[in-house]
């Protein structure tokens, strides 16, 4: 019973490093803009299927995977900024969202077309690295991601919080016009939060892709769903908060997982999501307020 | 005698235009839904539940499924009306999936004439053969489909003409000067809630009855993009705007053979390319404001 409940905690957190890692994109881009990017999850699909598309005909190195799967996020990030944010007109941030809904579905079909198996062989750099403590098994890939997404926490929020540039996407979030006011180069700026999200994606999705050993037709989906429900109940806008949600989510799903078995586990991360925005939607750790009202009172 | 192909994709452009007629109802006053394809789900289970378990005709099956999307669409507008943008629309989003899976869970079966029936979970709900039992021809069928249709247009025409229709509009436009003026946005905005839930179980409770069977993935996010991207096609500026967005979808995209395979691809850029040169659709309320006085100039 104990071994079990540590065992699943270790499941749980190594899962929501991942969440984390996507929540991380999602709160970057909602952060600075104030707008939801729907088609993160298929952004970072196209990167992965890109990445499969290469490996499966040239057999290339692990690392040429890795720079095509980010390479190919930031193309597809691209494509959606231009097509669904940067046209918009300010205040439009639903135009916005439904737009983003749509290209999400486009680029899903997109994906399918060109490759239509249901899942694809994913290459690991290394062998399974397992670690025994004691009755407990550690993967080392696990241990990787969890890594990873603390470092990029880390590098987001120094990037946000002490330099120049992240002094301007404050002011941006605050107020894009005030901010085009003192000299801000704005639509620069958030084509350049895109990219950097997308480059995230990008890590997050080869990282996950290379742990599972596969990839599924249903990654776009999973990807945006499960980052988007870490990355409110972190709060929106919260480096922190991202992947602490992540781990939070990775949690309850390893524990319900357990309890109840798969369905279960896929309906908890939408009844906490509905709930969530029904009781707390400043997220558990609830801050920025005021940003997040200025946000929900735009409309189509 | 009309070519059953054409009968068919006539059908399915009815049945879709009352799925996008609720979502349209909700964009009047202003909520972006991306879950009214649960309330065809449950629209759908309804009905066939009624005619191939309980062994009801189709007039009162129809009215059950109604009547459940409504209570169903209730039972999530009490709670979240109170969010605004974006937060609706994920709150709504995040339902739908969640009703899609209990759907995936949900058993219920019994034996009728010697078979086993109802729906099983992941498999979904199969054999609802109402119509074929009855000898309905899908001519026949397509007929009641649009007869509903052209009622519930008319319904709106009304609507339109009456003191409802601009004070939806109003909530639509700013509920806190709607509200300032006198208009009870909670209440309106319920009974818009219910209205849509209605239409979208009608919807489901026609589909169900006329492919015979219905399983969780049919109402999937691919669906919900769908319903509410007619109406932002066709227009806002009246109710014929989502019929217009189906027919694009389903009478053109859909049913030529080298265009179907590419449907989602180019319908999504359709709706992005709309959303950034006429936000509000093709017949936008400026448009129809237009046409009308055009048409009862002489007059």
Not at chain 1, 225 to 252: E, F, H, N
Not at chain 2, 26 to 37: D, I, K, R
């Amino acid at each position: 019973m104990f071994v079990d409940i540590v065992q699943n905690t270790i499941e749980g957190l190594a899962h929501g490093a991942a969440y984390g890692l996507i929540a991380l994109g999602f709160t970057l881009m909602f952060g600075v803009m104030g707008r939801l990017n729907l088609a993160y999850g298929s952004i970072i699909m196209i990167g992965l299927y890109a990445g499969i598309f290469v490996q499966s005909r040239w057999h290339v190195h692990w690392m040429v995977v890795a720079g095509t799967v980010m390479a190919c996020s930031v193309i597809a990030g691209i494509y959606v900024e231009r097509l669904c944010f940067a046209p918009m007109r300010d205040g439009a941030a639903m135009a916005s969202l439904v737009a983003s809904f749509a290209i999400w579905m486009q680029l899903e079909e997109a994906a399918m077309l060109v490759l239509p198996r249901h899942s694809y062989p994913f290459p690991a750099p290394t062998d399974q690295v397992v670690i025994e403590l004691g009755p407990f098994l550690l993967r080392g890939d696990h241990l990787v991601t969890l890594g990873t997404a603390a470092l990029i926490m880390i590098i987001l929020e120094r990037l946000v919080q002490n330099s120049r540039f992240g002094l301007g996407l404050r002011a941006i979030a605050e107020s894009p016009r005030a901010a085009g006011f003192v000299g801000q180069h704005v639509r620069r700026s958030l084509f350049l939060v895109f990219i950097i999200a997308s480059m995230v994606g990008g890590v997050a999705g080869w990282l996950i892709a290379s742990t599972n050993h596969q990839v599924s037709a249903m990654f776009g989906m999973w990807a945006t769903y499960k980052g988007l429900v870490a990355a409110m109940l972190g709060g929106l806008g919260s480096m922190r908060g991202a992947l602490a949600g992540g781990l939070l989510l990775g949690l309850v799903e390893a524990y319900s997982l357990w309890a109840f078995g798969p369905q279960i586990r896929d309906l908890s991360a939408s009844l906490i999501l509905f709930l969530l925005i029904v009781m707390r939607p400043g997220g558990l750790f609830g801050q920025k307020q005021a940003m997040l009202g200025a946000a929900a009172r735009t409309r189509l | 005698m009309i070519d059953p192909f054409l009968i068919g994709v006539l059908s399915n452009i009815g049945m879709m235009s009352l799925l996008a007629l609720s979502a349209y109802l909700l964009l009047l006053v202003g909520e972006v839904s991306f879950g009214q394809q649960a309330f065809f789900g449950v629209g759908a289970y309804a009905g066939g539940i009624a005619t191939a378990l309980w062994g009801c005709s189709l007039g009162v099956a129809l009215l059950f499924a109604a009547l459940m999307g409504a209570a169903a669409q209730l039972l999530v507008a009490l709670p979240t009306l109170r969010l605004r943008g974006f937060y609706f629309s994920v709150a709504t989003l995040a339902f739908a999936e969640a009703v899609r899976i209990l759907f995936g869970l949900f058993h219920y079966r019994r034996d009728v004439d010697g078979r086993m029936m109802g729906p099983d979970g992941e498999n979904g709900f199969r054999d609802v053969r109402y119509i074929y039992d009855h000898n309905m021809g899908g001519q026949d069928y397509m007929l009641i489909v649009w007869a509903l249709v052209v009622a519930v247009l008319l319904i709106f025409m009304l609507l339109e003409f009456s003191r409802y229709g601009p004070r939806l509009r109003m909530i639509g436009e700013d509920d806190i000067m709607a509200g300032l003026n006198g208009i009870h946005v909670t209440r309106y905005k319920l009974a818009t809630s219910v209205a849509a839930g209605a239409l979208a179980g009608l919807s489901g409770g026609l589909y169900i009855h006329a492919v015979t069977y219905v399983e969780p993935g049919v109402f999937g996010m691919m669906l919900g993009v769908h319903t509410l991207a007619y109406g932002l096609i066709g227009g806002l500026g009246t109710a014929l705007g989502p019929l217009i967005g189906v027919l694009i979808d389903i009478g053109f995209l859909e049913s030529f053979h080298g265009l179907s395979q590419y449907r989602m691809v180019i319908f999504g850029g359709i709706v992005v390319l709309l959303l950034i040169f006429r936000p509000r659709g093709l017949l936008d309320e400026v448009l129809v404001n237009r046409l009308n006085r055009l048409f009862w100039r002489g007059r």
